[in-house]
Each structure stands twice: as structure tokens, then as C-alpha cells.
């Protein structure tokens, strides 16, 4: 098999179909061969800040030795076993662990699976079932927001609210309405609801967009006052993100199911859960017919549960969550100078989470990808949705990093531009 640079590049090209873009322009990509902490490194030596966590999975940087060690250990006892009717100590100790996060007795129950959208298929289900073996049938639609992105398998891309993703599907998904704000809501015919979806605080796909203080805490009592499930997806917010260890804990909100994927890990393994109420398990509880069918060959994988329980014990051990208010001043801090800048319209940020929009480039010069491309030359990877840049680094980055990342997207800028 070759090895070098040109022919990696040249089998890709034959045999590769890459997520999210476009072959027909896509020439010569760059291959990554290793990481440490904020680092990565390609084929040829070149190294570059992981600028945005390996599309936002990488939590406690490339490497860490307790999530290495972790992984490694299970090896020594077995890689993987099946879930359906069987157990393992990872994902008993993992689903517990998630569910103690919550106050007690609210989100009680743990579904694992593979990835950000099948978690959210899956809570889907679970609150179509829910009404149905709760007597309410007639209560088959979902409500998702403009702007939004749920994940790309069917149910999931059927909550999405940005049509290039999700429009071609129309006609082969789930009934939603979709609003733009709480208010909205008011046209809805409550009773065929059967829950409202949300990213909380901020949409990731939508360019990084911020919610307006208090509207998460104003949809949870409206779902309460109106009997409708709130899901909630933490895909991208989860474990620290926006500063706390979830989004919903900023207005004190505890959704009736909620969507755990990316970071559950550290960035290591795909894996992905669903925590559901009390309420929500016990209807699916008699004859065998009420049973939840629904499920991967994956679920409960024991590499990546004990992935996700050595990322949680650095959370603890290494108070990743104190450090990180220090970390997101700082960043905050550094993305001032962009306030200036002529060629930028706005600095979104939500904790550790940023998106640079552009501003004086013609709508189909894709400018953000340029600027991606360029900040190569200055050591950072990222990726633009559309032209609005995103930086969401690993936590270990250090604070001469973090500059780094921030001139890098600056420089490019003016690359991009011709200064």
C-alpha cells in the first residue's frame, strides 16, 4: 500500500467519498497522521492548532494519557459486546455517571448509541411512542426552529431548518412545524405536538447563532403549561462547551430528554446517548409490545463508554469546568481586535464557542473557505460554516495558542482580502 503524501491523496481521490463536500473541487487534501493536546500534524511534518476540536468532538486535546489508558485497559478485557439483553461494566457505570450529572430523580434513564443524529432519532421515537402508549396518538408532530440542524439520518434531518442539508429529503420525513421564536408557538395546535426540539443557548449549522437570554427556561414552562416533551440536543453544547458542563444549566432547565454526542468521549469514539425521565421509561414498560425496537450493533461498546468515563474523571480530576471561565475570558478577550476589522460583521460567542462572520465578499466567493485554507499557512485547521468562521479549540489549548488561533483567522482574513 502506498504511503507517501502524493499517493495517499491520489487513493483517496479513487476510493474516498467525503462527508459534506464537493469532489468535482476538491483537490489534493491535507492527511493527518498524528495529534498531541491542541496539535495535529499532517503527512508531511506540518503542525496546526486544532481549531475547531476535530469538528467539535476533542474536548481534552490528542493524546491524553487517562483516556489512552482507559481505552487501552478494555482492550486487555474485551472490545466489544452486544447490548441487546446483555450488560457490560462500562455502559452500566457510563449511564449511571451521566444520569447523576442531572439534580436527582429528573433525567433517570441512559440510551446509548452511535453518533449526534441517531441520538436524536431515537429521542424522536421515544416521545412518538411515548404519547401513543400514553392514549394520545393524535399527538404525531414535532416543532423544531429555523436555522436549525439535528443530524442527517431521517427522522433526525427531518427538525432541520436549513434546506441546502436537508431539503432535498422533504418528502420522506417526520410531520414538523417549524417557528422562530416562543412566541410563535402560539399558533400551534398544541394538542398533536408530541415534543419541541431545540439547540439550546446557540444553533451550530446556522453560523453559530445566540438565543436570546431566558428563551430556553420560556419554552421549558411553555412545554410544561402545554404538555409537550422538550428534547433538547446537546450534541455540540455538552460537556463544557458554553462553560458549564451542559447549555440548559445557564437558565436551569432540565429537558424531558436530551441528546449527548461529540464530546462524550473526549473526541475519541463515536458514541452517543439519550437520558430520558422516569415519566417517559415506565410507559414503555408491559407487554412486549410496548417495547422500544429500536437499536445499533454498536450500542453500549465498551471502548467507548470507558472512553466517556475516563473523559468525565478528567473533568473532575484536572477541574477542567474552573479553568475554563479563565479560558473563555481570555478568549473573549482576544476576539475584540476582530471588532475593527472592515472585513468582518460580527463575532458571535457562546463560552468556549465562537463564529466569525464575514462581511464585503461577494455571496458566491465562499470566502470562509478561503479563509480556512489560508489560516493553514499561519498553523490552524478550521472549518467555515459558509462565510462564518469557527473557532472552538480543545480546553488544553495554551494561552499562546489561543493567540495563534485568533491572528491566524486575521491574517487569512487579509490574505483572502489582498492586503
Known amino acids: ?48 492548532i486544532d481549531g475547531n476540536s476535530s469538528i467539535w468532538t476533542n474536548l481534552h486535546g490528542h493524546r491524553h494519557p487517562k483516556i489512552d489508558a482507559a481505552i487501552r485497559a478494555q482492550l486487555d478485557r474485551v472490545a466489544h459486546t452486544s447490548f441487546l439483553g446483555l450488560t457490560n461494566p462500562p455502559a452500566i457505570q457510563l449511564s449511571a455517571a451521566l444520569c447523576a450529572l442531572w439534580p436527582p430523580n429528573t433525567l433517570t434513564r441512559c440510551f446509548l448509541s452511535d453518533d449526534g443524529s441517531t441520538a436524536i432519532e431515537v429521542a424522536l421515537k421515544m416521545a412518538a411512542q411515548f404519547w401513543q402508549l400514553t392514549g394520545h396518538p393524535e399527538k404525531r408532530r414535532f416543532v423544531a426552529f429555523g436555522g436549525a440542524y439535528h443530524g442527517d439520518t431521517m427522522g433526525a434531518s427531518s427538525l432541520g431548518g436549513i434546506s441546502t442539508f436537508h431539503g432535498r429529503f422533504a418528502g420522506w420525513q417526520f410531520p414538523v412545524t417549524f417557528v422562530n421564536s416562543v412566541a410563535e408557538l402560539a399558533e400551534c395546535t398544541t394538542g398533536t405536538i408530541a415534543a419541541v426540539v431545540i439547540e439550546p443557548l446557540i444553533q451550530g449549522a446556522a453560523g453559530m447563532r445566540l438565543w436570546p437570554p431566558g428563551m430556553l427556561a420560556e419554552l421549558r414552562a411553555w412545554c410544561d403549561v402545554n404538555d409537550v416533551l422538550l428534547i433538547v440536543d446537546e450534541v455540540m453544547t455538552g460537556f463544557g462547551r458554553t462553560g458549564k458542563m451542559f447549555a440548559c444549566q445557564h437558565e436551569n432547565v432540565v429537558p424531558d430528554l436530551i441528546a449527548l454526542a461529540k464530546g462524550i468521549t473526549g473526541g475519541y469514539q463515536p458514541l452517543a446517548a439519550t437520558l430520558t425521565t422516569e415519566r417517559v421509561f415506565s410507559a414503555f414498560l408491559g407487554e412486549l409490545d410496548r417495547t422500544l425496537y429500536y437499536g445499533h450493533s454498536y450500542t453500549g461498546n465498551q471502548l467507548g463508554c470507558a472512553a466517556a468515563l475516563a473523559s468525565l474523571a478528567v473533568f473532575r480530576e484536572e477541574n477542567v469546568l474552573d479553568q475554563l471561565a479563565s479560558q473563555i475570558s ?78 491566524a483567522v486575521e491574517r487569512a482574513i487579509e490574505v483572502v482580502a489582498g492586503h
Request: aromatic letters at 8%; a negative charge; one cysteine or more.
Open 1 to 48: 500500500m502506498a504511503s507517501g503524501t502524493r499517493a495517499l491523496q491520489q487513493l483517496d481521490q479513487r476510493f474516498c467519498w467525503h462527508p459534506f463536500t464537493q469532489h468535482a473541487v476538491w483537490h489534493d487534501p491535507l492527511v493527518l497522521v498524528s495529534g498531541e493536546g491542541a496539535l495535529l500534524r499532517d503527512s508531511e511534518g506540518h503542525e496546526y
Open 330 to 407: 481570555r478568549f473573549t478577550e482576544l476576539l475584540t481586535r476582530f471588532q475593527t476589522n472592515r472585513h468582518v460583521a460580527e463575532v458571535r460567542l457562546c463560552g468556549f464557542i465562537a463564529g466569525i462572520e464575514l462581511a464585503g465578499f461577494p455571496p458566491d466567493a465562499m470566502a470562509g473557505a478561503k479563509v480556512c485554507v489560508a489560516a493553514r499557512k499561519f498553523g490552524l485547521l478550521t472549518r467555515p460554516i459558509h462565510d462564518t468562521i469557527v473557532l472552538m479549540p480543545p480546553y488544553c489549548i495554551t494561552d499562546a495558542q489561543l493567540v495563534q488561533c485568533v491572528e
